[in-house]
Nanobody
Framework: QVQLVESGGGLVQRGGSLNLSCAAS????????MGWYRQAPGKQRELVAI??????????NYVDSVKGRFTISRDNAKNTVHLQMNGLKPEDTGVYYC?????????WGQGTQVTVSS
């Protein structure tokens, strides 16, 4: 059983910054990827950024809309993942969920609200 706890969400004005954090606890030795998804009301949950480990090297991917503004960083030893969000836009508003995956199981955090005002 793996538990994920997110923090760092909040209300920010357009152009502002937030740093999301996620910490995993439990049996996580086989976690291969940690990342962030977001979901706006009435919309599908979408991948924002993900870091996938291979040979203890992290490979990162971003949705096109956040490239150049968001940076994901994963610390495999600490079992944490962060999302530094700069230049925030109202369209970034949503609930951000931390996700961790093994070969067969996906774990989700409870989510943290990010609201960007115009």
């Amino acid at each position: 059983q793996v538990q994920l706890v997110e923090s760092g969400g909040g209300l920010v004005q357009r152009g502002g910054s937030l740093n999301l954090s996620c910490a995993a606890s439990g049996r996580f030795s086989s976690i291969r990827a940690m990342g962030w998804y977001r979901q706006a009301p009435g919309k599908q949950r979408e991948l924002v950024a993900i870091a996938t480990s291979s040979g203890n090297i992290n490979y990162v991917n971003y949705v096109d809309s956040v490239k150049g503004r968001f940076t994901i960083s994963r610390d495999n030893a600490k079992n944490t993942v962060h999302l530094q969000m700069n230049g925030l836009k109202p369209e970034d508003t949503g609930v951000y969920y931390c996700k961790a995956t093994t070969a067969l199981v996906t774990y989700w955090g409870q989510g943290t609200q990010v609201t960007v005002s115009s």
